[in-house]
């Protein structure tokens, strides 16, 4: 069964903690996604990567890292520097530099 | 610069009523526009796209219209039903073509 999965469905980050988000495809796709949501916002990019250890930041990169070891994996840290975490976070991924396909989401909420 | 404006941004019609969202692109070298729903709590899902080289694109009851004179593409739903009630999101490339730049989404609600 092929798709894209993000874990954990819910996240919870104390104060000053550094969390990390999880991205897997078996699509064999080679760009991935990390988008924000925020509601009435859209999505807005947060990093992405075309291929294996190499990431691109995207439009609010500040407070985030990723890396890119394996093709199927893209986690992304929300570091203790983004002082407004909470939102819906969304994992994409491509074969092209167009269609994407989304995972079903990580909702994070600050204690 | 880059953007993606999307209207309206909710959207109330009555069963069996088409619905259209309409979006506007800034860059003209854009050349591919996805659509997405977004049911509540879950991650967006694609479900009809159009490329530079057509006009219109159908499927089923969806279709999607593209106008690159005036830079404007829509999404029509026709007999519009309850479980089509989501968030629908437009796209188009950013200038590099290295990601999508999305609008903000229009809430449609289809009572019965």
């Known amino acids: 069964d092929g798709g894209i999965t993000q874990s954990p469905k819910y996240l919870f980050r104390k104060e000053g903690q550094n969390v990390t988000l999880s991205c897997e495809q078996n699509?064999?796709?080679?760009?991935m996604y990390w988008y924000r949501q925020d509601p009435g916002q859209g999505l807005r990019l947060i990093y992405y990567?075309?291929?294996?250890?190499?990431?691109q930041k995207g439009d609010i990169a500040e407070g985030y890292s990723v890396s890119r070891e394996k093709k199927e994996s893209f986690p992304l840290t929300v570091t203790s520097a983004q002082k407004n975490p909470t939102a819906f976070y969304l994992c994409?991924?491509?074969?092209?530099?167009?269609?994407?396909?989304f995972g079903p989401g990580t909702r994070l909420l600050v204690l | 610069g880059e953007n993606v404006e999307q209207h309206p941004s909710t959207l109330s019609v009555q069963e069996g009523d088409s619905a259209v969202i309409k979006c506007t692109y800034s860059d003209s070298a854009s050349n591919y526009f996805p659509w997405y729903k977004q049911e509540l709590g879950k991650g967006p899902q694609l479900i009809i796209d159009?490329?530079?080289?057509?006009g219109e694109k159908k499927d089923q009851r969806i279709a999607v219209t593209l106008n690159k004179t005036a830079k404007h593409f829509s999404l029509h739903i026709t007999e519009t039903q309850p479980e089509d009630s989501a968030v629908y999101f437009c796209?188009?490339?950013?200038?590099?073509?290295?990601?999508?730049?999305f609008g903000k989404g229009t809430t449609l609600s289809v009572s019965s």
């Open positions: 994409a991924s491509s074969t092209s530099k167009e269609t994407q396909y």
């Open positions: 699509l064999n796709h080679d760009a």
């Open positions: 159009i490329r530079s080289n057509v």
């Open positions: 990567s075309q291929i294996v250890n190499d990431f």
């Open positions: 796209a188009a490339p950013n200038q590099a073509g290295t990601a999508l730049i």
